[in-house]
């Protein structure tokens, strides 16, 4: 079977339906465009239908009669049959309903904006990115660059993800020309189709607020380093290969090694069978753990993953 070059695969290249990422000559993640109405990134303004505080989470319905799920944020008194915006983080699977978070939040790779409503926004960095303290000159010039995007007035917090930081919190000068561009680029999806969200206070039934980014769009700003191309006869079976090994509870690595795949309801259990590779298993592992996370990734496993 042939190897594949490295890029974003599409299957149209002006409405692509489904995206194959490449990555050192592996699909290593596999999408399909969902209705416009149930896209990651969708924001909604969903009917809350149930509340389980064991949990911390909230379920609700969207305007289709979808069933949707999500945290509790901090100590809020929501009800049930009250009408609140969520915005969809990951598709339905199994049991698991469409997966949510509260409020608006437009996701990007390296910021997320969250709209405040009428209050003029303000920049954070990632809680994840740990309690040191960022440089004062760098979180000045992160606040004038987000304000000169419009952002900030516009009602939106500014949150710097993980991913724009280096190990100490700071930031490279290069990734501030990168985060402006995101910011703009959020912005613009956001101007052009959000359906008057700053009246959500007097609807009185479940609507579709913004239908979020096309797949396209999204993997763009996800895989910005990684060119586009259209899939070739020649490529679909190698995808075709990849997306067979995904749904098997079986994998074969390239080392002869065998992960097993198990679902259960405290966590996803996998083990790794090295009886048929002749490698030690320090240097076994060092050559797996690649082929190990794309499996993660292309199972969409998540959760709490034992191995």
Not at 25 to 31: N, Y
Not at 176 to 191: K, P, R, S, Y
């Amino acid at each position: 079977m042939q190897k594949l070059a490295d890029g974003l695969l599409f299957d149209c290249p002006d409405h692509p339906r489904l995206i194959a990422v490449v990555e050192d000559s592996r699909v290593t993640d596999l999408w399909a465009e969902q209705d416009s109405s149930e896209r990651l990134g969708a924001v909604h303004l969903a009917r809350v239908t149930g509340r389980f505080d064991h949990h911390q989470r909230l379920s609700g319905q969207l305007l289709s009669g979808t069933s949707v799920s999500w945290p509790v944020k901090g100590k809020a008194r929501i009800t049930q049959g009250q009408l609140v915006p969520v915005t969809l983080t990951a598709t339905a699977r199994q049991d698991k309903p469409v997966q949510a978070v509260a409020g608006i939040e437009l996701a990007g790779r390296f910021t997320l904006l969250r709209w405040r409503g009428g209050e003029t926004g303000q920049v954070y960095l990632s809680r994840k990115a740990g309690k040191q303290k960022s440089d004062e000159l760098q979180m000045s010039k992160l606040n004038e660059l987000c304000q000169h995007t419009g952002a900030l007035a516009a009602g939106f917090d500014v949150v710097v993800r993980r991913s724009a930081l280096l190990p100490d919190n700071q930031l490279d000068e290069a990734i501030f020309t990168l985060i402006q561009a995101e910011v703009n680029d959020l912005l613009a999806g956001w101007a052009g189709q959000a359906d008057n969200p700053e009246e959500l206070h007097t609807q009185t039934q479940p609507r579709l607020i913004y239908t979020g980014p096309p797949l396209d769009v999204l993997l763009g700003q996800l895989y910005p380093e990684l060119p586009v191309r259209q899939l070739g006869p020649g490529d679909v079976p190698v995808v075709l290969d990849a997306y067979d090994q995904a749904v098997k509870t079986r994998y074969e690595t390239s080392h002869g090694a065998v992960f097993w795949f198990e679902q259960t309801r405290a966590a996803v259990m996998i083990d790794i069978d090295s009886a048929a590779s002749k490698l030690a298993p320090d240097r076994l592992c060092e050559l797996v753990l690649p082929e190990l996370f794309t499996q993660i990734c292309l199972r969409r496993l998540a959760g709490k993953i034992l191995v």
